[in-house]
């Protein structure tokens, strides 16, 4: 990491709370983990599709705010991004919770199903967002063998634009996720709250098994 990455304050020092600001009697949260290129971003859509959840795409939002003009973030998240790197969590889990709270207001209620996307990938966010943010009822993890990730991720390469689907950053998201990202993964599993699907099947055939386990666990 450059110097200059590391000498980039985070934003403003997430507030201490007494309390998370959505009460999980109200508000379901579902993380959903899984390597690079497991099919995270395909299955969640099948899920708003299917059983009306809101998906906020922790990746997907860190983008938005990297080309939002004026954003103070724009030059940090691009570096870390390209590194396979984890932005510092304050930014991500503000983004978060913004979503989670326009997503809200836009319904009129205050009650609702989010699937997380790509988030937690490291401890500190997991530990820090469901202190201040809500805690998480599931975690849904797809299993995916890294050359199959891999084939994914290249393929995807030559028309997702994005600076980090080629070999070089792919392999630093590979360490990444090993390295900082699972011990999430068996955090949770520690807890009894995750949800295990192999990912390598036919996108409708993952989702069908996810569909039908994530309604089992959720009205368990
Ligand atoms: N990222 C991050 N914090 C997060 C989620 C994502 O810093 O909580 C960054 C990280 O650099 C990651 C990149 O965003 O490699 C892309 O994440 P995304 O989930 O979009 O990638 P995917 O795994 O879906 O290919
Ligand atoms: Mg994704």
Known sequence: MSPAIENQAPAAALPARDAPVFSPADVTV?????GPGAGKGTQCARLVAEQGFHHLSAGDLLREEQDRPGSQFGQLIKDYIKDGLIVPMEVTIKLLENAMTAALKEKGTTKG???IDGFPRK???AHKFEEAVCPAKVVLFFD???KVM???L???GKTSGRTDDNAESIRKRFRTFIE???PVVNFYEGQGKVIKVDATPSPADVSVTTSKLLTEKLSS
């Open 30 to 34: 579902v993380f959903v983990l899984g």
């Open 113 to 115: 199903r989010f699937l």
């Open 123 to 125: 401890m500190d966010q």
């Open 144 to 146: 995916c063998p890294e």
């Open 150 to 152: 891999e084939e994914r």
């Open 154 to 156: 290249l393929e995807r």
């Open 180 to 182: 900082t990202s699972m």
